[in-house]
T-cell receptor
């Protein structure tokens, strides 16, 4: 199946620092999604990207859809303690007919030291 | 908008019993819902895709008789873990896809922590 390579696996940063993480794929995606998962909770959608080159912001978060359609990155500016969690990239792939499933990266665990 | 409610959030049961988990889309209709399983410090693993009014499609290696899925309406899907055993203990998460115009976005429930004693 489709695989997404997400890096880094984990990050330890100081409050106020900026953070960057990315996902790459060997296949082309038409959509890139970024989710955040807090401990013991389900993933929450942060940003959805639909066009190559698209740059979209959501507050302090900015994500870009790579020109090659095989990568995406997520930036968090001026991190705060509540940014702690696991960030997942995800992309839909056609599993047959009109059925689409999401494939996920392995996640980036973010720890923010106050 | 796009709220998915999952219930219960936590369940503890004895080995051999069955457990039902509900997933509801509260403010949209979902023709397709998904059930995932997540092990500690790992990504989400898709178990099955559930389409309203039809049989669920299970991923390779997932026992359909063990994990019964029913998608009776456009806002409700249920997962029943039958004859649960300790190895079924895990975090189960559902998601729902509204369809166009949000395309392939899935919205997730808060998850259910299942502990089988």
């Amino acid at each position: 199946g489709q695989q997404l390579n997400q890096s880094p696996q984990s990050m330890f940063i100081q409050e106020g620092e900026d953070v960057s993480m990315n996902c790459t794929s060997s296949s082309i995606f038409n959509t890139w999604l970024w989710y955040k998962q807090d401990p013991g909770e389900g993933p929450v959608l942060l940003i959805a990207l639909y066009k190559a080159g698209e740059l979209t912001s959501n507050g302090r978060l900015t994500a870009q859809f790579g020109i090659t359609r095989k990568d995406s990155f997520l930036n968090i500016s001026a991190s705060i303690p509540s940014d702690v969690g696991i960030y997942f990239c995800a992309g839909p792939f056609n599993s047959g007919g009109s059925n689409y499933k999401l494939t996920f990266g392995k996640g980036t665990l973010l720890t923010v030291n106050p | 908008g796009a709220v998915v409610s999952q219930h219960p959030s936590r369940v503890i049961c004895k080995s051999g019993t069955s457990v039902k988990i509900e997933c509801r889309s509260l403010d949209f209709q979902a023709t397709t819902m998904f059930w995932y399983r997540q092990f500690p410090k790992q990504s989400l693993m898709l178990m099955a895709t559930s389409n309203e009014g039809s049989k669920a499609t299970y991923e390779q290696g997932v026992e359909k008789d063990k994990f019964l899925i029913n998608h009776a309406s456009l806002t409700l899907s249920t997962l029943t873990v039958t004859s649960a055993h300790p190895e079924d203990s895990s975090f189960y998460i559902c998601s729902a896809r509204p369809g166009l115009p949000t395309k392939n976005i899935q919205y997730f429930g808060a998850g259910t922590r299942l502990s089988v004693l």
